[in-house]
């Protein structure tokens, strides 16, 4: 289970069915199910019973302290009505310079590794989504070593969690070895960073950032957010608001290195519509066939491949009895890849999420970010991150993926290419017309 759980997962959906019991690490059961009924009742219908995990919450507000990810009930509903005010499309519009600044002054950097050969594309999405979110959040002079320091503390924090989880045995082991402290003092390190930023910034003029947001946020009393909760939201939001989109990037250039015809399409779908100008949130939703694609990667190879929840009280969905602090895991990745929901689950196939297919869809089988009250906050970011990149991306190169690779999925909190995913990118010449597929007989 410790190596691949959504193999494990898989396997046991197609021999149990739907929903069925498992034993996490061996000693903690839980339900595990794709069930879209089941998933919109423990979601949505009666979300109100079911809190994240202990366990979750206990390993995430251990390292990534209270905020909107590790809190419940009226805190939590208060600091979502509070923090969505920045992820509104007035405030995504303001966003949209600070991010084209940002993948500007990334690409110089990424183009010259590109004109060497081939690039592992995971680790320089992952730079270049982060420093675009840092920038969004913190404004244009974090630093370079600022931001790569949070980075790598996040990633390494991010895979102990996970061991953390799914082999709680070791957690006893974790503690006397030093190991849980090592990453304490990781996690410190970096919040000392964001720290001293957030007070500088209470000195200074307001900026048109996210931080700005979060410090002219008010309470009904008036009062504001404390630094510790404006520190933990911030390492919150750039722990959710980076890997999302760099690991859906890369599983989209991925797919698209295999169908050159989607990739023209998406090319011709970008010129005609931008021309020479760059990409703002007022653009998004001109993209329809861009914003197929990347729905149909969303659902092979879905960030988040599961989401869990405790049960408050005892519950009932049709035949299945659900105790008080029962755990039930939303297996999403199953959702994603079952032929219960899906035609050929496992192809590539954009045409799913045409307009003219929306019907098709059945409710609560495709959770790319989430359901329900507590659905991803920054799903709207996300997208025009993805098609601000892509945007860019694919009218300055032609891609290709480099032969003789292995390349398979790593679900640790986010599913991860397990050995990255390497391609050559060689630029396309300036002012030539691209065809527009849609035009071939």
């Given at each position: 289970?410790?190596?691949?759980?959504?193999q494990?997962?898989?396997?046991?959906?197609?021999?149990l069915?739907?929903t069925?019991?498992?034993?996490?690490?061996?000693?903690?059961?839980?339900?595990?199910?794709?069930?879209?009924?089941?998933?919109?009742h423990?979601?949505?219908?009666?979300?109100?019973?079911?809190?994240?995990?202990?366990?979750?919450?206990?390993?995430m507000?251990?390292?990534?302290?209270?905020?909107?990810?590790?809190?419940?009930g009226?805190?939590?509903?208060?600091?979502?009505?509070?923090?969505?005010?920045?992820?509104?499309?007035?405030?995504?519009?303001?966003?949209?310079?600070?991010?084209?600044?940002?993948?500007?002054?990334?690409?110089?950097?990424?183009?010259?590794?590109?004109?060497?050969?081939?690039?592992?594309?995971?680790?320089?999405?992952?730079?270049?989504?982060?420093?675009?979110?840092?920038?969004?959040?913190f404004?244009?002079?974090?630093?370079?070593?600022?931001?790569?320091?949070?980075?790598?503390?996040?990633?390494?924090?991010?895979?102990?969690?996970?061991?953390?989880?799914?082999?709680?045995?070791?957690?006893?082991w974790?503690?006397?070895?030093?190991?849980?402290?090592?990453?304490?003092?990781?996690?410190?390190?970096a919040?000392?960073?964001?720290?001293?930023?957030?007070?500088?910034?209470?000195?200074?003029?307001?900026?048109?950032?996210?931080?700005q947001?979060?410090?002219?946020?008010?309470?009904?009393?008036?009062?504001?957010?404390?630094?510790?909760?404006?520190?933990?939201?911030?390492?919150?939001?750039?722990?959710?608001?980076?890997e999302?989109?760099?690991?859906?990037?890369?599983?989209?250039?991925?797919?698209?290195s295999?169908?050159p015809?989607?990739?023209?399409?998406?090319?011709?779908?970008?010129?005609?519509?931008?021309?020479?100008?760059?990409?703002?949130?007022?653009?998004?939703?001109?993209?329809?066939?861009?914003?197929?694609v990347?729905?149909?990667?969303?659902r092979?190879?879905?960030?988040f491949?599961?989401?869990?929840?405790?049960?408050?009280?005892?519950?009932?969905?049709?035949?299945?009895?659900?105790?008080?602090?029962?755990?039930?895991?939303?297996?999403?990745?199953?959702?994603?890849?079952s032929?219960?929901y899906?035609?050929?689950?496992e192809?590539?196939?954009?045409?799913?999420?045409?307009?003219?297919?929306?019907?098709l869809?059945?409710?609560?089988?495709?959770l790319?970010?989430?359901?329900?009250?507590?659905?991803?906050?920054?799903?709207?970011?996300?997208?025009?991150?993805?098609l601000?990149?892509?945007?860019?991306?694919?009218?300055?190169?032609?891609?290709?993926?480099?032969?003789?690779?292995?390349i398979?999925?790593?679900?640790?909190?986010?599913?991860?290419?397990?050995?990255?995913?390497?391609?050559?990118?060689?630029?396309?010449?300036?002012?030539?017309?691209?065809?527009?597929?849609?035009?071939?007989?």
């Amino acid at each position: 289970m410790a190596l691949n759980p959504v193999q494990v997962l898989s396997k046991y959906t197609a021999q149990l069915g739907s929903t069925f019991r498992f034993y996490f690490g061996g000693v903690r059961e839980a339900i595990v199910t794709i069930d879209p009924v089941v998933i919109q009742h423990v979601l949505k219908t009666n979300a109100e019973n079911y809190h994240k995990s202990e366990i979750q919450v206990k390993r995430m507000g251990h390292f990534l302290g209270k905020g909107l990810l590790t809190t419940h009930g009226e805190a939590w509903r208060t600091q979502r009505r509070l923090i969505q005010k920045g992820f509104e499309r007035k405030q995504l519009d303001v966003l949209s310079s600070i991010m084209q600044d940002s993948l500007a002054e990334s690409l110089r950097e990424f183009d010259k590794q590109a004109r060497i050969g081939p690039v592992d594309i995971y680790p320089h999405l992952m730079k270049i989504t982060f420093e675009m979110v840092g920038k969004s959040l913190f404004g244009a002079r974090l630093k370079e070593e600022d931001i790569g320091l949070i980075s790598k503390t996040i990633s390494t924090v991010q895979e102990f969690m996970v061991r953390q989880t799914i082999q709680p045995y070791l957690n006893p082991w974790f503690k006397v070895s030093g190991d849980l402290r090592r990453h304490e003092e990781m996690r410190e390190r970096a919040d000392a960073i964001l720290r001293d930023y957030i007070s500088t910034r209470r000195q200074e003029a307001p900026g048109r950032d996210l931080l700005q947001i979060l410090m002219d946020a008010r309470y009904h009393d008036g009062e504001g957010m404390s630094d510790a909760l404006v520190l933990s939201e911030s390492m919150q939001l750039l722990v959710a608001g980076h890997e999302t989109s760099s690991n859906a990037l890369s599983w989209l250039l991925y797919l698209l290195s295999s169908r050159p015809d989607c990739l023209e399409r998406v090319r011709h779908e970008f010129d005609s519509v931008l021309g020479e100008t760059s990409l703002s949130y007022s653009d998004v939703p001109k993209f329809e066939f861009a914003t197929q694609v990347i729905q149909e990667a969303l659902r092979l190879y879905p960030p988040f491949w599961m989401v869990d929840r405790m049960a408050l009280a005892d519950d009932r969905v049709g035949d299945l009895a659900i105790p008080k602090g029962s755990t039930v895991v939303v297996f999403i990745y199953g959702a994603h890849h079952s032929p219960q929901y899906w035609e050929n689950p496992e192809s590539f196939d954009p045409e799913r999420f045409a307009k003219a297919n929306e019907k098709l869809h059945r409710p609560f089988c495709y959770l790319p970010f989430g359901a329900g009250p507590r659905g991803c906050i920054g799903g709207n970011y996300a997208m025009l991150q993805i098609l601000m990149i892509l945007s860019v991306l694919l009218r300055k190169y032609d891609l290709q993926l480099a032969p003789g690779q292995s390349i398979e999925p790593r679900p640790m909190v986010i599913l991860r290419p397990k050995h990255g995913i390497r391609m050559t990118f060689a630029a396309l010449t300036p002012n030539v017309k691209q065809m527009d597929p849609t035009s071939r007989t």
